[in-house]
């Protein structure tokens, strides 16, 4: 994406949790920060300079 790009992500307010991510949890009402972490194009593996992350503003999950 070209610098200054926006992307919307959806979020239902699930999670997979358990040792292989296989299990289907709802986060609890609470204060969150998303970080999303992904490796640049034509990344070399284990290379952190090809590995950029990402942390939303917090929100807050109330439900009603």
Request: hydrophobic letters at 35%; proline letters at 9%.
């Amino acid at each position: 994406a070209a610098l200054g790009t926006v992307f919307a992500l959806p979020w239902d307010g699930t999670y997979l949790a358990g040792t292989k991510g296989n299990k289907l949890r709802v986060a609890p009402d609470g204060d969150y920060k998303l970080v999303i972490t992904a490796e640049k194009p034509l990344a070399e593996k284990h290379n952190p300079a090809h590995v950029e992350t990402q942390t939303s503003p917090t929100f807050t999950i109330d439900r009603p």
